[in-house]
């Protein structure tokens, strides 16, 4: 079984900086995509950045230039460091991961598992004016 567990997180004012990291756990062969999403109060969840197993990234529009995400593939961990934050990033924030491939021990054959998708489980960022 997969789980990601994250930190970080929490309350800062307008200009300031907060990380936030996520690690996966279990039997895993390799994970594709690694990325954050947020949800604020009354909105739909939307992805702040995504970042390959290559390496390469994608940002929301809104937090270019102030976001950077990294990933270590040999620890199956993704970070947000997220400066000059605004009241406008406030929401909870999930780290996703796509197209997770696990192992299995079966009659004594590891077996590669069809890929899933894993979700954090959610940390709050709060950004006061």
């Known amino acids: 079984q997969v789980q990601l567990v994250e930190s970080g997180g929490g309350l800062v004012q307008a200009g300031g900086s907060l990380r936030l990291s996520c690690a996966a756990s279990g039997s895993i062969f390799s994970i594709n995509a690694m990325g954050w999403y947020r949800q604020a109060p009354g909105k739909q969840r939307e992805v702040v950045a995504a970042i390959t197993s290559g390496g390469s990234t994608n940002y929301a529009d809104s937090v270019k230039g102030r976001f950077t995400i990294s990933r270590d593939n040999a620890k199956n961990t993704v970070a947000l460091q997220m400066n000059s934050l605004k009241p406008e990033d406030t929401a909870v924030y999930y780290c996703?991961?796509?197209?997770?491939?696990?192992?299995?021990?079966?009659?004594?054959?590891?077996?590669?598992?069809?890929?899933?998708?894993?979700w954090g489980q959610g940390n709050q960022v709060t950004v006061s004016s």
């Open positions: 996703n991961a796509q197209d997770v491939f696990a192992t299995a021990l079966a009659m004594g054959v590891v077996a590669v598992l069809p890929p899933i998708d894993c």
